[in-house]
C-alpha cells in the first residue's frame, strides 16, 4: 500500500465512526489532489482529500468553503481537516456532474442554476482577502500556452514575428481582463467541477484558487467550456440574460452594457489559451494524456471569433495554419 494510503487510513482510524470503513477512489483531478469516497458502517458516505502539502495547499480550501457555505451555496462540508498532512474529510455531494448530463436536454435547467450560484458569487462573495487576479499572474497563464504547447509539446520554432505578436495578443486580453468590474472568481466553474444535485443546485467543487478577477471570467468557463460546446447564438442568449440579472443584483451597471460581450469574448481566448497550455502540460509533466482530446475545441473557440473581432487574426492564423494541425 502506497505510504500516502497507509497514513490517510491511519488518520480515518483515528475519527469517530470511520475506523471501520470501505475507501474507494472517487475521482482524480488536472492536480495532485485524490479523491475517495468512504462507506461508513451506516450506509452514508463522506469524501476524503488527499492533497499532498509539498503540492497542495488545504487551508485555501478550507477557507473558501467555508465562506461559500455562509453564502447559502452548495459546496462540500469540511468534517475534519489535518492541514499539515493535507487530509480533509468532506460531506458527499455525489457523482452526477453537468458534463454527464447536459447532452440529455436538461441544458436549460442545469445552466440556470448555475447561473444564479454565479451570480451569488459575484454579488456576495467577499472583495478582499483573496489573492489578485493580476497583470502577471494572466501574463503567467498565458506563458503556458507558449512553453507547454507550443515549445514542449509541439515543439514549433515561433518566429520572432510570432513571438512580438503573442506579446501583443497578451497585452490586449491582459487589459480587456483589467478593465473590468472585479469579483469574486471561483476559476474553475465548468462542468466537469459543478455536480447535479437536490436543492441547492449545483454542487460546487475546486474553488481553492478562487480570487478577485474579472467579472466575465467564470461565464466565460461555464459557457464556452473546454468540454463541451454549444451554438453561438445559445451563449450569446446565455451571456445576456446574465448581463440582465447581474445589472438588477448590482455587479454590473447599464454603462456595461456595450462592452459586456467584448469583455466576454476576449476573456474567452485568454481562457482558452491557458487551458491548452494546462492541457499539454498535464500530459508532459503529469502523465495524464486524455485532457489532449480538448485542446482543439479550446482553440478552435479563439479562431471561431476572428469574424467578429478581426485583431484576432494575426493569432487566430497561428492556430489555424500550424497548432491544429499538429495535434
Request: some cysteine; aromatic content about 10%.
Amino acid at each position: 500500500m502506497p505510504q500516502r494510503e497507509i497514513l490517510l487510513r491511519s488518520w480515518l482510524e483515528g475519527l469517530v465512526g470511520l475506523a471501520e470503513c470501505s475507501l474507494e477512489l472517487a475521482s482524480g483531478d488536472a492536480s495532485f489532489r485524490r479523491y475517495f469516497r468512504a462507506a461508513l458502517a451506516d450506509g452514508s458516505t463522506r469524501i476524503v482529500m488527499d492533497a499532498p502539502p509539498e503540492n497542495e495547499d488545504c487551508r485555501s480550501f478550507v477557507d473558501v468553503a467555508g465562506h461559500l457555505v455562509e453564502l447559502g451555496l452548495n459546496v462540500p462540508v469540511v468534517y475534519a481537516s489535518d492541514l499539515d498532512r493535507g487530509f480533509l474529510l468532506l460531506s458527499d455531494l455525489g457523482s452526477k456532474h453537468y458534463l454527464e448530463l447536459l447532452d440529455q436536454g436538461d441544458g436549460e435547467r442545469l445552466y440556470a442554476d448555475a447561473l444564479s450560484a454565479l451570480l451569488v458569487m459575484q454579488a456576495c462573495g467577499r472583495r478582499e482577502d483573496l489573492p489578485e487576479y493580476s497583470r502577471e499572474l494572466l501574463l503567467q497563464e498565458m506563458g503556458l500556452f507558449r512553453e507547454w504547447l507550443l515549445g514542449r509539446y509541439l515543439e514549433l520554432s515561433i518566429t520572432e514575428d510570432e513571438q512580438q505578436m503573442l506579446d501583443e495578443m497578451f497585452g490586449l486580453l491582459v487589459d480587456n481582463a483589467l478593465q473590468q468590474p472585479q469579483v469574486f472568481v471561483h476559476r474553475d466553474y465548468h462542468s466537469r467541477n459543478l455536480l447535479v444535485t437536490s436543492a441547492p443546485n449545483p454542487g460546487i467543487l475546486d474553488f481553492q484558487d478562487a480570487v478577485i478577477g474579472p467579472v466575465t471570467y467564470d461565464l466565460v468557463s461555464l459557457l464556452k467550456d473546454c468540454y463541451i460546446s454549444w451554438p453561438r447564438e445559445q451563449v450569446r442568449e446565455w451571456v445576456f440574460g446574465y448581463y440582465e440579472l447581474a445589472l438588477q443584483s448590482g455587479v454590473l451597471r447599464s454603462e456595461h452594457e456595450d462592452s459586456f460581450l467584448r469583455w466576454f469574448d476576449l476573456m474567452g481566448v485568454q481562457r482558452h489559451l491557458k487551458a491548452a497550455g494546462i492541457f499539454a502540460r498535464l500530459n508532459i509533466r503529469d502523465g495524464k494524456p486524455g485532457y489532449l482530446q480538448d485542446i482543439p475545441r479550446t482553440l478552435d473557440y479563439i479562431v471561431d471569433l476572428v469574424p467578429e473581432y478581426p485583431e484576432l487574426a494575426p493569432l487566430a492564423k497561428l492556430l489555424s495554419a500550424r497548432v491544429l494541425p499538429a495535434l
